[in-house]
Structures are given as C-alpha cells and as structure tokens.
C-alpha cells in the first residue's frame, strides 16, 4: 500500500490559482492510477480528476473541466493538481488517492490526509 501526502492548500481569492501536490512513498508509484477527490462541508466525497499509470490518460468531474489540470512525475513520485480560475465553490477539504490496476476506475486504496482550500468572494 502507498502513503500518500498532500499539500498546497490554502486560501484565495475567487479566479486566482493553486496547485497542489501529493507526495507518494514506495516503488511502485508510476503503477498506479491517481486521483484528486474534494469534499465540502456536509457533503459527500466527490471524484475530481484522476491521471491513470498506463498511457496517462486523464479523466476530469464536468465541474472542472478547462480549469484543473492533473499531472503526474513518476521521477518524484508526485501528482499533482494545477487549479485555475477557482471558485467559491471549489472550497473544500481536497484528498490525493491511488488506485490499482492502471487503468480508470480503478479501486481506491489509498487516501491522503488531506489539504484545505478556501476560495473567497
């Protein structure tokens, strides 16, 4: 199983921009596929984006889609999670995951700690 830490969050203001980062640990990094979910107060935990191990294909939630952008450097063991043009609604609680298998939608296994990030009006 990989550790996974996040980091980046913070806050800005609304159309500014973050990236986020996400440290694995172990090996066997480039064989997974990673992703980023979010969760907001009182909601449930929601996909955002993912980059799959094999060919790199990326996969992004419609509510951000031409605003972040997911990449991977399998050299450093690091995804990361370029976020633009944010917004108030992208406010939330942002988690790193890898999944096995290589391809998309492959089974979570492994959860970060988490980062926040406050977009504010």
Do not use: C, D, H
């Given at each position: 199983q990989v550790q996974l830490v996040e980091s980046g969050g913070g806050l800005v203001q609304a159309g500014g921009s973050l990236r986020l980062s996400c440290a694995a640990s172990g090996r066997t990094f480039s064989s997974y596929t990673m992703g980023w979910f979010r969760q907001?107060?009182?909601?449930?935990r929601e996909?955002?984006?993912?980059?799959t191990s094999i060919l790199g294909r990326?996969?992004?939630a419609d509510s951000v889609k031409g605003?972040?952008?997911i990449s991977r450097d399998n050299a450093k063991n690091t995804v990361y999670?370029?976020?633009n043009s944010l917004k108030p609604d992208d406010t939330a609680v942002y988690y790193c995951a890898a999944g096995s298998g290589g391809f998309y939608p492959p089974d979570w296994?492994?959860?970060?700690?988490?980062?926040?990030v406050t977009v504010s009006s």
């Open positions: 907001q107060p009182g909601k449930e996909f955002v984006t993912a980059i990326t996969y992004y605003r972040f952008t999670l370029q976020m296994r492994s959860w970060g700690q988490g980062t926040q």
